[in-house]
């Protein structure tokens, strides 16, 4: 059975912009190499934790290692054989959030990112997904669900829910 930890947070513009969040996701990430795609505007390492953040977005406004589509990145990591401790997935959670945070351009097809995420994430490594609805990789991707973090935003608000899921079978 997952950890389910519950948080009351008026809701905010980037997801990891407060504290309670932004260290959770902290203390379920695995030592070493961190890709953020969908970053936006927090920076959640500073090479203090022994993690190496790779920031991946769209918008040049987030300051990106690298400035590109997602699904973009995520073959180029695979032509270029690089791997990952952690994957954090925090993509607009609607079309409208998409247009609203990319100024007007779509971004990346998540189920396509999923499909090829067991390319680029190293045995027992984990996957931290956000989104209004409980999105995971599976089991069917061997994936099993750990931890779970319920952010209660109030009010008409939807919750967020972000998963902590580490990879036990590699199809």
């Known amino acids: 059975m997952p950890d ?5 947070q008026p809701p905010r513009r980037y997801t990891f912009s407060t504290s309670p969040i932004a260290n959770w996701v902290r203390e379920h990430t695995q030592h070493g190499n961190v890709l953020n795609l969908f ?11 022994e ?29 270029n054989g690089l ?22 351009k779509i971004v990346s097809n998540f189920q396509r990112i999923k499909e090829k995420i067991t390319d ?14 409980s999105v995971v990789m599976g089991k069917s991707r061997g994936f099993e669900v750990k931890d779970i973090l319920l952010i209660s935003h109030g009010g008409a608000h939807h919750d967020t829910i972000i998963t902590n899921e580490v ?3 590699v199809y």
């Open 167 to 169: 990879l036990i079978n």
């Open 83 to 104: 791997k990952y401790n952690t994957i954090i997935l925090d993509p607009p959670y609607t079309y409208r959030k998409s247009m609203e945070k990319y100024d007007g």
């Open 51 to 79: 993690i190496k953040e790779i920031r991946v977005d769209i918008n040049e406004s987030m300051k990106p290692d690298y400035l590109m589509d997602a699904n973009v990145y995520i073959d180029f990591a695979i032509k």
């Open 120 to 133: 680029i994430i190293l045995p027992a490594g984990n996957v931290i997904s956000c989104g209004y609805h």
């Open 4 to 8: 389910i930890t519950y948080i009351a």
């Open 39 to 49: 970053a936006g505007k927090t920076r959640l390492y500073d090479y203090i934790y």
